[in-house]
Protein backbone atom coordinates (compact mmCIF):
# COMPACT_ATOMS: atom_id res chain seq x y z
CA UNK A 1 0.00 0.00 0.00
CA UNK A 2 0.88 3.76 -0.69
CA UNK A 3 2.43 6.00 1.51
CA UNK A 4 -1.15 7.06 3.82
CA UNK A 5 -1.55 11.12 3.30
CA UNK A 6 -3.84 12.93 6.13
CA UNK A 7 -5.05 16.60 4.60
CA UNK A 8 -6.54 19.65 6.41
CA UNK A 9 -9.67 19.93 4.76
CA UNK A 10 -10.24 23.31 3.15
CA UNK A 11 -13.85 24.63 4.22
CA UNK A 12 -15.00 25.37 1.04
CA UNK A 13 -17.92 23.90 -1.32
CA UNK A 14 -16.22 20.83 -3.02
CA UNK A 15 -15.50 19.86 0.31
CA UNK A 16 -18.89 19.96 1.29
CA UNK A 17 -19.90 17.76 -1.72
CA UNK A 18 -17.64 15.25 -0.62
CA UNK A 19 -19.02 15.23 2.86
CA UNK A 20 -22.37 14.24 1.45
CA UNK A 21 -21.68 11.07 0.72
CA UNK A 22 -20.64 10.40 3.66
CA UNK A 23 -23.96 11.08 5.06
CA UNK A 24 -25.24 8.60 2.46
CA UNK A 25 -24.10 5.60 4.53
CA UNK A 26 -26.49 6.46 7.00
CA UNK A 27 -24.22 7.89 9.82
CA UNK A 28 -25.98 10.88 10.19
CA UNK A 29 -25.05 11.09 13.83
CA UNK A 30 -21.29 11.44 12.44
CA UNK A 31 -21.97 13.77 9.67
CA UNK A 32 -19.68 16.91 9.52
CA UNK A 33 -21.59 18.48 7.44
CA UNK A 34 -23.70 20.91 9.61
CA UNK A 35 -20.68 21.72 11.00
CA UNK A 36 -19.49 22.34 7.69
CA UNK A 37 -22.54 24.50 6.53
CA UNK A 38 -21.80 26.42 9.83
CA UNK A 39 -18.68 26.99 9.34
CA UNK A 40 -18.20 27.87 5.39
CA UNK A 41 -15.73 30.20 4.74
CA UNK A 42 -13.62 29.70 1.30
CA UNK A 43 -10.72 27.59 1.94
CA UNK A 44 -10.76 28.88 5.41
CA UNK A 45 -7.00 27.45 6.34
CA UNK A 46 -7.89 27.28 10.32
CA UNK A 47 -10.51 23.84 9.30
CA UNK A 48 -10.97 21.67 12.05
CA UNK A 49 -11.29 18.43 9.19
CA UNK A 50 -8.77 16.24 8.43
CA UNK A 51 -9.14 14.00 5.84
CA UNK A 52 -7.46 11.15 3.54
CA UNK A 53 -8.14 10.87 -0.37
CA UNK A 54 -7.69 8.05 -2.34
CA UNK A 55 -7.12 9.61 -5.67
CA UNK A 56 -10.33 12.67 -5.56
CA UNK A 57 -12.28 10.80 -3.33
CA UNK A 58 -12.86 11.47 -0.06
CA UNK A 59 -12.26 7.90 1.70
CA UNK A 60 -11.95 8.69 5.61
CA UNK A 61 -12.20 12.02 7.72
CA UNK A 62 -12.14 13.14 11.15
CA UNK A 63 -12.64 16.94 13.68
CA UNK A 64 -9.61 17.47 15.18
CA UNK A 65 -9.73 20.71 17.91
CA UNK A 66 -7.72 21.43 20.53
CA UNK A 67 -8.90 22.50 23.80
CA UNK A 68 -6.32 24.60 25.90
CA UNK A 69 -5.62 23.77 29.43
CA UNK A 70 -7.78 26.22 30.76
CA UNK A 71 -10.37 24.00 30.41
CA UNK A 72 -8.17 20.97 30.73
CA UNK A 73 -10.65 18.33 33.13
CA UNK A 74 -8.99 14.98 32.09
CA UNK A 75 -5.74 15.27 32.43
CA UNK A 76 -2.50 15.98 35.34
CA UNK A 77 -1.23 18.11 35.08
CA UNK A 78 -3.56 20.26 33.06
CA UNK A 79 -2.55 21.22 29.72
CA UNK A 80 -3.89 21.68 25.96
CA UNK A 81 -5.53 18.37 24.60
CA UNK A 82 -6.90 17.52 21.64
CA UNK A 83 -10.68 16.69 20.89
CA UNK A 84 -10.79 13.91 18.35
CA UNK A 85 -14.25 13.88 16.58
CA UNK A 86 -16.45 12.07 13.91
CA UNK A 87 -13.99 9.66 12.73
CA UNK A 88 -15.44 8.18 10.21
CA UNK A 89 -14.23 5.93 6.80
CA UNK A 90 -16.21 4.98 4.17
CA UNK A 91 -17.46 1.22 4.18
CA UNK A 92 -15.36 -0.24 1.09
CA UNK A 93 -12.23 1.25 2.69
CA UNK A 94 -12.58 -0.26 6.29
CA UNK A 95 -10.10 -2.51 7.63
CA UNK A 96 -7.20 -0.71 5.52
CA UNK A 97 -5.23 1.57 7.91
CA UNK A 98 -7.10 4.66 7.57
CA UNK A 99 -8.63 5.26 10.44
CA UNK A 100 -5.32 4.23 11.97
CA UNK A 101 -3.58 6.76 9.80
CA UNK A 102 -6.12 9.65 10.85
CA UNK A 103 -5.77 8.32 14.42
CA UNK A 104 -1.24 8.45 14.46
CA UNK A 105 -1.74 12.03 12.60
CA UNK A 106 -3.13 13.19 16.03
CA UNK A 107 -1.18 11.66 18.06
CA UNK A 108 1.89 13.22 16.21
CA UNK A 109 1.01 16.18 18.31
CA UNK A 110 2.15 14.45 20.90
CA UNK A 111 -0.96 16.04 22.92
CA UNK A 112 -3.36 14.14 25.19
CA UNK A 113 -7.02 13.25 23.29
CA UNK A 114 -10.25 13.00 24.09
CA UNK A 115 -12.72 11.06 22.32
CA UNK A 116 -16.68 10.07 22.33
CA UNK A 117 -16.73 6.53 20.50
CA UNK A 118 -19.30 5.51 18.12
CA UNK A 119 -21.26 2.01 19.52
CA UNK A 120 -19.30 -0.37 18.75
CA UNK A 121 -16.34 1.21 18.48
CA UNK A 122 -14.82 0.41 21.68
CA UNK A 123 -12.45 -2.16 20.07
CA UNK A 124 -10.84 0.04 17.46
CA UNK A 125 -10.25 2.39 19.97
CA UNK A 126 -8.35 0.13 22.59
CA UNK A 127 -6.12 -0.96 19.47
CA UNK A 128 -5.30 2.63 19.24
CA UNK A 129 -3.69 2.64 23.27
CA UNK A 130 -7.14 4.64 24.41
CA UNK A 131 -8.77 3.66 27.44
CA UNK A 132 -11.91 4.83 29.67
CA UNK A 133 -11.48 7.50 31.37
CA UNK A 134 -12.89 7.41 34.55
CA UNK A 135 -16.66 8.50 34.88
CA UNK A 136 -17.45 12.07 36.38
CA UNK A 137 -21.20 12.45 35.91
CA UNK A 138 -21.01 16.60 35.89
CA UNK A 139 -17.98 16.50 33.66
CA UNK A 140 -18.67 13.74 31.04
CA UNK A 141 -22.50 14.56 30.74
CA UNK A 142 -23.65 11.32 30.06
CA UNK A 143 -20.81 10.31 27.48
CA UNK A 144 -18.40 7.91 27.95
CA UNK A 145 -15.43 9.40 26.75
CA UNK A 146 -11.92 7.37 25.92
CA UNK A 147 -8.65 8.74 26.19
CA UNK A 148 -4.74 8.97 25.17
CA UNK A 149 -2.01 10.20 26.93
CA UNK A 150 1.17 10.73 25.72
CA UNK A 151 4.11 9.50 27.61
CA UNK A 152 4.41 11.83 30.92
CA UNK A 153 1.04 12.58 31.27
CA UNK A 154 -1.68 10.95 33.88
CA UNK A 155 -5.44 10.79 34.22
CA UNK A 156 -6.52 13.26 36.26
CA UNK A 157 -8.09 11.68 39.67
CA UNK A 158 -11.59 13.16 40.45
Do not use: C
Not at 2 to 16: A, F, G, P, R, S
Not at 111 to 126: A, D, Q
Amino acid sequence: MNQIKVEKLLINYKTLEKFKRFKEYGNQELSMLEDLQNNIVENDSESPFYGIYLGNNLIARMSLYKVTSKYDAYFEPPQDYLELWKLEVLPDYRGQEYGKALVDFAKSYQLPIKTNPRINSHGFWEKMGFQKARYDMERDLGENPLIWMPEGVKEKEN
